[in-house]
């Protein structure tokens, strides 16, 4: 662990890489003296921890942070970023293509560097978005013809960020692609990813499409065929960790590997023998950083059971996390290797806890062979649930802003028929490539457990109130709730004998907690009745509507600052559901940027949008139809942005967007017979004619009718 905050302490402190290694010497030396001399042997005694070998660790993490970093020489790809209306690259895919339906994208090894008849010997990865769908494979040599880019930073997701972790530091998009005359390389991986690609192709002609997507992202870690609505309701649900290949996976195929080779070896051959099956896996799949870890942890667990040693979870996590991390220094602050990590530990930490204290409650009540009956199976399906979910709360809060609460139903119903789905998923894929009938008649056997899996998940994604979307969140508390955490982990003892104390105040908090939730809901619920409520977003406004039964939309200007929009909705959006319906982007120039961590099911733009986004385009007279009879009506766009008018019963209410004379103007409301009845703009506000205070920093405005009447209502 000391190594790996000694990575993240390059980032904030970016010391020449001799000041990391002289600083590592020299506390490498006092390490060696405390175990030499007395005087040290004295200061052991008071203190326990060896500080100077953790503070060398320290400073070996800064080190190879440091020499990770890029030269930036004219023999880096990178270098030549933004330098050149049009370059050619050539090299060889070092991953396998990924097809999508925006496009392909190619991960290419560069070798060499053509531009205006110069040629320069380059080495890099580039990331390549190419229109077509070619027949191209793992080690193929080809050349990309196009302009060759830093990757672009993005809204509310820096997409450069995510491509460096990856040592990724140039892109292109919808570059020429041609293939090039030269032998293929890496033979061994290239008929591994074949292999890969021929038993996926063999699950989609076996079973229907959304089994085949999900039974390829469990056995073949092949994900991008998974439909997003499918993602979605395993995120809500909080059972997404079963669609990609993690430790669960690693351990029921090393459990087969090793049962395979004790049939045919002595004990003694198991460990190698299943430990490459296990290596060769992990190669075909992609060697992700969660898969990668889980296959080290497997491989280490079937060494340690044939040693007959137990190990040391918190220790093995550790060693294995900072391997990776060695030869990966970017893998700290990459979202699944965190939650890989963190979902680990609370199976370490606390998994074995939990089933202990409930089979002890179990025999008390109930007696020995009722716990030993239950103990298994909660504990499998529910309590490790618990545990993982415990330290992996923060990380899913500060990458994804959501969190699920349904998970702890959702778990114990889908979670039993995974290991069969393993089995009998992994047994399909290598019958399909051996011989076809076999491979279709179990293919058969496991469609119901699939099928299972996708219903169960996409019924309980609906239930209300089962995902929260929390909202941006600062790093800082989740920092502070793993500090409070490991006190608790530490004091668990201390504060367990006070057991009188602790029982009423878990009592009274979680009523607390469930009351105060209740009424939170109750408050919440819809009323019949539309609201407008005009946001002061410092430099733009936004407008939020709430239809009479709850669907909510907002109107989003780019002018707009995000974070003050995110706080004013984060006071008028229900706890429960923090998700909006849906998002107009009524700015300029409408952009990934406009979104900065805004959650919605659709999302609108107007006009075009300015990047490659998945947004539908509201078009000069197009309307988005709401619940309750409620219409929105884009009128005339223009540079500013657009017009809109929105519509309930007699009511209607006009936003100028800028594309009248008076570009100031935000909100203009008449009554039933026609005479003014709200008039707002910067700086300025009108009702029924009379002049009123402008909205203060941060204010708001909310008008409530049923269609007839209206009401108006502003902060002060």
């Given at each position: ?99 999508r339906e925006s496009g392909t994208l190619l991960r290419l090894r560069a070798e060499r560097l053509l531009v205006n008849g110069q040629i320069y010997p380059v ?256 504990s499998e399906y529910v309590l490790f649930t618990l545990a993982a979910q415990l330290t992996t709360l923060p990380v899913i809060v500060l990458h994804f802003q ?102 009423f105040a878990a009592l009274a908090a979680g009523l607390m907690a469930a009351s105060a939730l209740v009424w939170q809901a109750v408050l919440a619920r819809p ?190």
């Open positions: 662990m000391a190594f790996i905050l000694g990575l993240l302490l390059a980032e904030a402190l970016p010391l020449p890489w001799l000041v990391y290694a002289g600083l590592a010497a020299v506390l490498g030396l006092l390490a060696w003296l405390e175990q030499r001399r007395g005087w040290w042997k004295a200061w052991r005694k008071w203190c326990r921890l060896p500080v100077a070998l953790v503070l060398a660790a320290v400073m070996l993490g800064g080190l190879r942070a440091q020499l990770a970093r890029p030269a930036w020489l004219p023999s880096e790809l990178g270098w030549h970023n933004d330098l050149y209306a049009s370059a050619r690259v050539e090299g060889v895919l070092a991953v396998p293509p990924d097809q080495s890099g990865l580039l990331q390549a978005r190419v229109k077509q769908a070619g027949n191209w494979q793992y080690g193929d040599a080809v050349a990309l013809q196009g302009r060759l880019l830093t990757p672009p930073e993005g809204g509310g997701f820096s997409y450069r960020d995510y491509l460096e972790r990856q040592g990724i530091y140039s892109y292109m998009l919808f570059p020429q692609v041609e293939d090039l005359p030269s032998a293929p390389r890496s033979g061994l991986l290239r008929g591994l990813y074949a292999l890969r690609e021929q038993a996926y192709r063999r699950l989609q002609g076996f079973l229907p499409h959304d089994e085949a997507a999900l039974l390829g992202g469990i056995v073949l870690g092949i994900e991008s065929d998974i439909p997003a609505e499918v993602e979605r309701d395993f995120q809500d649900t909080g059972t997404a960790h079963i669609v990609v290949i993690s430790g669960f996976n690693i351990a029921i195929l090393a459990a087969l590997f090793a049962r395979l080779v004790g049939r045919f070896f002595t004990r003694w051959w198991i460990p190698p023998l299943a430990g490459l099956g296990v290596v060769l896996y992990t190669l075909m799949v992609g060697g992700q950083p969660p898969v990668t870890r889980a296959a080290l942890m497997g491989v280490m667990g079937l060494l340690g059971e044939q040693l007959g040693r137990r190990q040391s979870g918190v220790n093995s996590l550790a060693f294995t996390a900072a391997l990776m991390c060695l030869f990966n220094p970017q893998l700290p602050y990459d979202a699944s290797f965190q939650l890989s990590f963190a979902a680990t530990l609370g199976l370490v930490l606390y998994a074995a806890p939990l089933q202990n204290g409930f089979e002890a409650w179990v025999e008390r009540r109930w007696g020995e062979a009722a716990a030993k009956r239950w103990g298994g199976p909660v959501r969190v699920s609460l349904s998970a702890l139903i959702a778990n114990p119903l889908v979670l039993p028929v995974q290991p069969l789905i393993m089995v009998l998923g992994s047994l399909t894929a290598l019958a399909g490539l051996v011989f076809a009938p076999l491979g279709q008649l179990l293919a058969w056997l496991v469609w119901p457990l699939l099928a299972y899996t996708l219903r169960a998940a996409h019924l309980l994604a609906k239930l209300p109130g089962g995902a929260l979307d929390t909202g941006a969140v600062l790093p800082l508390w989740a920092l502070v709730f793993y500090a409070l955490l490991l006190l608790l982990t530490l004091r668990w003892k201390q504060i367990a004998a006070r057991k009188a104390p602790l029982r009323d019949g009745r539309l609201h407008l409520i005009l946001l002061d977003a410092r430099g733009g406004p936004g407008l939020l509507v709430i239809t009479p039964r709850g669907q909510t939309l907002l109107v989003e200007s780019d002018s707009a600052s995000p974070t003050a929009l995110r706080r004013a909705l984060g006071r008028r959006l229900p706890l429960l559901n923090r998700q909006l319906d849906a998002l107009l982007l009524a700015g300029g120039a409408p952009s990934a940027a406009n979104l900065q961590g805004l959650a919605a099911r659709q999302v609108f733009a107007v006009p075009e949008p300015a990047d490659e986004s998945p947004w539908t385009s509201l078009a000069e007279n197009g309307r988005i139809g709401l619940e309750g009879g409620v219409e929105l009506e884009l009128e005339t766009p223009c540079a500013q942005g657009a017009a809109l008018t929105l519509r309930y019963g007699d009511f209607s209410a006009r936003m100028p967007g800028g594309c009248e004379e008076d570009q100031e103007a935000l909100l203009w409301v008449e009554t039933a017979g026609g005479d003014p009845l709200l008039a707002v703009a910067q700086g300025r506000m009108e009702i029924n004619g009379a002049r009123q205070p402008a909205l203060p920093p941060g204010g708001w405005l909310e008008l409530v009718t049923d269609g007839q009447q209206v009401w108006v209502y502003k902060s002060r």
